[in-house]
């Protein structure tokens, strides 16, 4: 918790901010409605005899009153999936339509994935990578429990990413060489988790801070790379730490083929803005348009989540 | 299984399976390069002759294998051969005698099946769902895979895979699959 004291100056009503991150988190699921509607995966619960409560901002994302999801036919049956409700964020920000082809940059284990997939109604193509191949097993097990039949999945090394697989410069008509849009949840120091992993921060130091700032620039640069001008990226973590969030975002937002864009989280969510000083460093203003998630505003974990137009 | 390869014959071995990368079947024999490969028709005819899926189900779906006989559905088309991890969802294990379905596509695509498909009541449904196998004399259907599903929010809903043989439902519910839900 101590850590987080040097973030004191940022959060608004700092007392309540730390007595929340010392709260357990409730479990949360969210319905996958390829399987199931919202009212007929509600019904299942109901009968079963599971209580829950529907998150003011989001009817299909259902805070359960006890713990684990993971006994109930409609979690069995692929109708549900737990998901930190936090996470739901910036799968809205994307907006993938159906049809679309889109990259999720670091996928594993999937919850937001399996999200993006459920908003393009399982239609188009969404590439889900990952560099760790043990992780991609939990992405595929999860994927395929929630029966996405749009998913390729990939083990590259994000800040590399190879379309060569995708027949890259042949003339295949159905060659991929631009995604529409892509999500960048990049790995990250993992402080806006310590609701649901106590020892999240046991390990933190600057150094780990930034060299993981480090592979989240080299991500979201090949993101903004990949993706065809006109088209969304976003950039999320779940940690309050400005090296690993609007400075990642400053850092692209100067090489100058991209844009930040406004965003409103749903109503009834608050957020902060993003800040454009920090540790004698000051960042693009348009970092603003970003929102970052205190875990006292909402009941939920910290978090981050910006989106940007890709110019050129 | 047909074999209506003309294509490799010209030119000494055939080609083989290779499990690195997904191939698109062949739409029909006729195409047919990699010998034992299933066809697009086969499969559809399979869904179709085993569980009543109407063919118009797979209009989406491109259908792919990877690894001897495990056959993909994915909802849009890319290039053939591709090498990656996974490609939509593995239906069905094909090139044996038995065509097996996996338990998620039973689940996603046979809620509309007409044939070979053994509703439980909830005993029997939580059987399944831990992976027991169970006596179900009260079934006078085909031996061989089925469905077993059950009734769930005002529908009936797959569940998984059943092997029905000698009056016995076992489950082929895969262990990471398993709960109890009693």
Same mark, same amino acid.
């Given at each position: 918790?101590?850590?987080?004291?040097?973030?004191?100056?940022?959060?608004?009503?700092?007392?309540?901010?730390?007595?929340?991150?010392?709260?357990? &988190?409730?479990? =949360?699921?969210?319905?996958?409605?390829?399987?199931?509607?919202?009212?007929?995966?509600?019904?299942?619960?109901?009968?079963?005899?599971?209580?829950?409560?529907?998150? #003011?901002?989001?009817?299909? =994302?259902?805070?359960?009153?006890?713990?684990?999801?993971?006994?109930?036919?409609?979690?069995?049956?692929?109708?549900?999936?737990?998901?930190?409700? =936090?996470?739901?964020?910036?799968?809205?920000?994307?907006?993938?339509?159906?049809?679309?082809?889109?990259?999720?940059?670091?996928? $594993?284990?999937?919850?937001?994935? !399996?999200? &993006?997939?459920?908003?393009?109604?399982?239609?188009?193509?969404?590439?889900?990578?990952?560099?760790?191949?043990?992780?991609?097993?939990? &992405?595929?097990?999860?994927?395929?429990?929630?029966?996405?039949?749009?998913?390729?999945?990939?083990?590259? #090394?994000?800040?590399?990413?190879?379309?060569?697989?995708?027949?890259?410069? !042949?003339?295949?008509?159905?060659?991929?060489?631009?995604?529409?849009?892509?999500?960048?949840?990049?790995?990250?120091?993992?402080?806006?988790?310590?609701?649901?992993?106590?020892?999240?921060?046991?390990?933190?130091?600057?150094?780990?801070?930034?060299?993981?700032?480090?592979?989240?620039?080299?991500?979201?640069?090949?993101?903004?790379?990949?993706?065809?001008?006109?088209? !969304?990226?976003?950039?999320?973590?779940?940690?309050?730490?400005?090296?690993?969030?609007? $400075?990642?975002?400053?850092?692209?937002?100067?090489?100058?083929?991209?844009?930040?864009?406004?965003?409103?989280?749903?109503?009834?969510?608050?957020?902060?803005?993003?800040?454009?000083?920090?540790?004698?460093?000051?960042?693009?203003?348009?970092?603003?348009? $970003?929102?970052?998630?205190?875990?006292?505003?909402?009941?939920?974990?910290?978090?981050?989540?910006?989106?940007?137009?890709?110019?050129? | 299984?047909?074999?209506?390869?003309? %294509? %490799?014959?010209?030119?000494?071995?055939?080609?083989?399976?290779?499990?690195?990368?997904?191939?698109?079947?062949?739409?029909?024999?006729?195409?047919?390069?990699?010998?034992?490969?299933?066809?697009?028709?086969?499969?559809?005819?399979?869904?179709?002759?085993?569980?009543?899926?109407?063919?118009?189900?797979?209009?989406?779906?491109?259908?792919?294998?990877?690894?001897?006989?495990?056959?993909? +559905?994915?909802? +849009?088309?890319?290039?053939?051969?591709? +090498?990656?991890?996974?490609?939509?969802?593995?239906?069905?294990?094909?090139?044996?005698?038995?065509?097996?379905?996996?338990?998620?596509?039973?689940?996603?695509?046979?809620?509309?099946?007409?044939?070979?498909?053994?509703?439980?009541?909830?005993?029997?449904?939580?059987?399944?769902?831990?992976?027991?196998?169970?006596?179900?004399?009260?079934?006078?259907?085909?031996?061989?895979?089925?469905?077993?599903?059950?009734?769930?929010?005002?529908?009936?809903?797959?569940?998984?895979?059943?092997?029905?043989?000698?009056?016995?439902?076992?489950?082929?519910?895969?262990?990471?699959?398993?709960?109890?839900?009693?």
């Amino acid at each position: 918790m101590q850590r987080l004291e040097r973030y004191a100056s940022l959060v608004d009503d700092f007392d309540a901010f730390r007595a929340a991150c010392e709260r357990p &988190l409730p479990s =949360v699921v969210r319905v996958n409605t390829l399987k199931a509607s919202i009212e007929r995966a509600r019904e299942a619960l109901d009968a079963e005899g599971v209580a829950y409560e529907a998150t #003011d901002w989001h009817p299909g =994302v259902l805070r359960l009153d006890e713990r684990g999801p993971g006994t109930s036919w409609p979690y069995f049956h692929g109708w549900l999936h737990g998901q930190e409700e =936090v996470s739901a964020l910036p799968a809205l920000a994307l907006d993938p339509q159906p049809g679309e082809v889109v990259w999720d940059a670091a996928a $594993a284990p999937g919850s937001k994935t !399996t999200q &993006l997939a459920d908003l393009m109604e399982d239609e188009g193509v969404l590439v889900g990578n990952d560099n760790n191949l043990g992780r991609l097993s939990a &992405l595929r097990h999860n994927a395929e429990r929630l029966g996405i039949t749009n998913l390729v999945v990939t083990n590259q #090394d994000a800040r590399n990413f190879s379309f060569k697989p995708f027949g890259d410069r !042949t003339d295949d008509a159905k060659r991929i060489e631009a995604f529409d849009k892509a999500l960048v949840d990049a790995p990250c120091s993992c402080e806006g988790t310590i609701r649901k992993n106590p020892d999240a921060l046991d390990r933190w130091s600057m150094t780990h801070v930034e060299s993981v700032a480090g592979i989240q620039k080299g991500i979201l640069r090949r993101a903004i790379q990949a993706t065809k001008p006109g088209g !969304t990226v976003v950039y999320s973590t779940c940690t309050f730490a400005p090296e690993e969030n609007e $400075a990642v975002l400053d850092h692209v937002l100067d090489e100058g083929d991209c844009e930040m864009r406004e965003w409103d989280a749903p109503e009834g969510f608050e957020t902060d803005p993003g800040v454009t000083e920090w540790d004698g460093e000051t960042y693009d203003p348009s970092v603003e348009l $970003a929102h970052r998630v205190y875990p006292h505003r909402n009941d939920t974990g910290g978090f981050f989540c910006a989106k940007l137009e890709v110019t050129a | 299984m047909t074999d209506a390869d003309s %294509a %490799a014959d010209s030119a000494g071995d055939p080609p083989e399976n290779d499990g690195q990368q997904f191939d698109r079947l062949p739409t029909t024999a006729d195409e047919r390069v990699v010998p034992g490969r299933p066809t697009r028709e086969e499969v559809v005819q399979w869904w179709e002759q085993r569980f009543g899926v109407p063919p118009e189900t797979w209009d989406g779906h491109t259908f792919w294998e990877k690894g001897n006989g495990k056959i993909w +559905a994915f909802a +849009a088309d890319v290039v053939s051969p591709i +090498a990656v991890e996974g490609l939509g969802l593995r239906i069905l294990r094909a090139r044996q005698e038995h065509w097996k379905p996996s338990t998620n596509a039973v689940q996603r695509f046979c809620r509309d099946a007409t044939e070979n498909v053994v509703v439980l009541d909830d005993e029997e449904a939580a059987c399944f769902a831990r992976g027991d196998d169970q006596e179900l004399p009260r079934w006078d259907g085909d031996w061989g895979y089925v469905v077993a599903a059950h009734e769930i929010a005002g529908d009936i809903e797959p569940i998984g895979v059943g092997l029905y043989l000698h009056g016995e439902l076992r489950s082929t519910v895969p262990k990471g699959r398993r709960e109890d839900l009693e």
